[in-house]
């Protein structure tokens, strides 16, 4: 069995943003060799997240007001875990929404998606460097 | 206080020292209750409890079709939704291939009775 280990490093220079990582990923499978098996990418941080979704602007802009909604940044003093020093708190629940990993068929050598699936790195405390992991196993 | 969260310690005994890569998935094997990573600091865990009371109140238990059954917990099943049913997770040489601040947790949501989580383990 083969397996392929790599990450992705990001600098996001807003607190909030979406990163199509798609295209890094299939290159990282090219190079893995790896025709059948899974691809797992997850966020190495615990205030980020890997989702897969649409890659349209909108979405992306409905996404960010929607969670803002559900786990405001502010007032900071709302959440326990800011008592630590940190104003993170919203980020580490925006990031629970939007899920930690994706876990992906690899069939012939390619990401087994459907027509619209694309893979996003989701920052939501941003302004440092971060990384995403990209493993694969299989044949 | 109906919900509890606890450290999954992942055992290095549990990945045998020779497996050099391979994934492990740890899920709950419950509807009600979630495997997830993040922070271990109590303050947070505070906040999720709170917050997740928010978005899917226990009461009224009315207000919830799910409970027309006789059932109380239809907002552990949405609860559980927000926080995620697994954690797949790469081993890299032997170890969880974690960033700095990655711990597992198991959280309940409608506890009081014995519940599983399955850690299973694939590679070489």
């Not at chain 1, 990163?19 to 205030?47: C, D, F, K, R, W």
């Not at chain 1, 959440?79 to 876990?103: F, S």
């Not at chain 2, 993040?38 to 207000?63: F, I, R, T």
């Not at chain 2, 559980?80 to 797949?88: A, D, F, L, P, S």
Request: aromatic share 10%; with cysteine; glycine share 8%.
């Amino acid at each position: 069995m083969k397996s392929y280990r790599k990450e992705l490093w990001f600098n996001i220079s807003t607190r909030c943003g979406f990163v199509n990582i798609t295209p890094q990923v299939e290159t990282y499978l090219q190079e893995s060799g790896i025709q059948e098996g899974i691809a797992l990418i997850s966020a190495m941080h615990i205030t980020a997240s890997v989702f897969i979704n649409d890659d349209e602007s909108g979405l992306h802009q409905d996404y960010e007001k929607w969670l803002e909604e559900l786990a405001p940044h502010e007032p900071t003093n709302q959440y326990m875990h800011n008592q630590t020093g940190e104003d993170n708190a919203d980020a580490h629940l925006k990031r629970q929404i939007m899920g930690r990993e994706v876990v992906v068929a690899v069939t012939d050598g390619k990401l087994d998606f459907g027509p619209w699936e694309q893979i996003f790195y989701g920052e939501f405390d941003g302004k440092r460097r971060k990384r995403v992991l990209v493993k694969i196993i299989g044949e | 206080m109906y919900i509890n969260s606890f450290l999954i310690e992942a055992k290095r005994d549990l990945v045998k020292p020779q497996s050099g890569n391979c994934d492990g998935l740890v899920n709950a094997m419950h509807i009600t209750a979630s495997v997830f990573i993040n922070d271990d600091e109590s303050g947070l865990h505070h906040d999720y409890e709170k917050w997740l009371e928010k978005l899917a109140p226990h009461e009224p238990v009315s207000g919830y079709r799910h409970n027309d059954t006789g059932e109380d917990n239809a907002d552990a099943h949405m609860k559980r939704q927000i926080m995620g049913r697994e954690v797949v997770v790469a081993v890299t040489n032997g170890q969880l291939d974690f960033g700095t601040w990655e711990q597992i947790f198991y959280v309940e949501f409608d506890g009081k009775r014995r519940k599983k989580v399955l850690v299973k383990i694939i590679g070489e």
